[in-house]
C-alpha cells in the first residue's frame, strides 16, 4: 500500500459508545495530523505529533483522545461524542517540518463519523 | 474570525474556458500558500504552492498569483476540463501560526461542464 490510509471509512456510533479512528501512511513521514471537516466550515486543525510526540492540540474536547504508538500509525479514541462531533476525520503526514509548513500535506480519505 | 475566507462557495464554467478561483487572507505574517483539491469520497490533495517572495507560480495548466498588498491570491485553470471539477482548498501558513499550522478556507466547488 502507499500513502495515507484510514480506517474505517464509515463509522455510525451512540453518544455512549467508545470507538477508534485508524491512520497508517506508508511514506516514511514523521509528523501525522487529524484534521476536522463539518459542513460549510473550513478544515480544523485538532492534533499534531511530530516524531511521535504531540506537539499541538488546538483546544479539542477531552472526548477526542489521539494516540500515536510509532510514526508510521495514529489513532483517534472517541468517548462519549456528540451530534455536532458528527463530520469527516482527515488524518495527514508530512515530513516534519522545522519551521513553518512549506510542504505539502499528504491527507488519507477520511472517516466520515455520524454520532446518534 | 476566519483568517483565509474563499468567498465563493462555488463556480461553474465551460470547458476549455478559465477557472479563477479566489482567496483573500488577513494575517499579514503568513508567508506561504498552497492551493489543495477535493473529489468526493477522497481527501484534499496538493495542487500548487506559492512563497510570498514571488507573485505567480505556474505548472501546466494551473497558475497561482500572489498580491501582497491586496492580501489576494488566485488560482487559475486553463484550460478547464471537465475532470477540473472538485472542491479548491486555500491554505496559508507562516510565523503568524505555529509552525505545524495550516489555515484552510473553507473551499470553493468547482465545476467544469463539458
Known amino acids: 500500500e502507499t500513502g495515507v490510509t484510514q480506517t474505517p471509512r464509515h463509522l455510525v456510533m451512540g453518544m455512549t459508545n467508545k470507538k477508534s479512528l485508524k491512520c497508517e501512511q506508508h511514506?516514511?513521514?514523521?509528523?501525522m495530523y487529524w484534521y476536522k471537516q463539518s459542513a460549510k466550515k473550513p478544515l480544523e486543525l485538532m492534533f499534531v505529533?511530530?516524531?511521535?510526540?504531540?506537539?499541538e492540540n488546538n483546544s479539542v474536547p477531552s472526548r477526542f483522545s489521539p494516540e500515536c504508538p510509532n510514526s508510521s500509525h495514529l489513532f483517534l479514541h472517541l468517548h462519549t461524542l456528540q451530534p455536532e462531533d458528527s463530520a469527516l476525520y482527515l488524518c495527514?503526514?508530512?515530513?516534519?517540518?522545522?519551521?513553518?509548513?512549506?510542504?505539502?500535506?499528504?491527507f488519507g480519505e477520511g472517516s466520515r463519523l455520524t454520532v446518534l | 474570525d476566519q483568517q483565509v475566507k474563499q468567498n465563493s462557495p462555488s463556480l461553474s464554467v465551460q470547458e476549455g474556458r478559465i477557472s479563477i478561483l479566489n482567496c483573500d487572507y488577513t494575517?499579514?505574517?503568513?508567508?506561504?500558500f498552497l492551493w489543495y483539491k477535493k473529489y468526493p469520497a477522497e481527501g484534499p490533495t496538493f495542487l500548487i504552492s506559492?512563497?510570498?517572495?514571488?507573485d505567480k507560480n505556474e505548472d501546466g495548466r494551473f497558475t497561482v498569483f500572489l498580491n501582497k498588498s491586496a492580501k489576494h491570491l488566485s488560482l487559475h485553470i486553463v484550460p478547464s476540463q471537465p475532470g477540473d471539477s472538485a472542491v479548491y482548498f486555500c491554505?496559508?501558513?507562516?510565523?503568524?501560526?505555529?509552525?505545524?499550522?495550516?489555515?484552510f478556507g473553507k473551499g470553493t466547488l468547482l465545476t467544469v461542464n463539458p
Open positions: 495527514a503526514s508530512s515530513q516534519d517540518p522545522q519551521g513553518p509548513i512549506t510542504g505539502e500535506l499528504f
Open positions: 511514506l516514511g513521514h514523521n509528523a
Open positions: 505529533y511530530s516524531l511521535e510526540e504531540r506537539v
Open positions: 494575517n499579514s505574517m503568513f508567508d506561504y
Open positions: 506559492i512563497s510570498s517572495i514571488k
Open positions: 491554505a496559508a501558513s507562516g510565523s503568524g501560526g505555529s509552525n505545524y499550522k495550516l489555515t
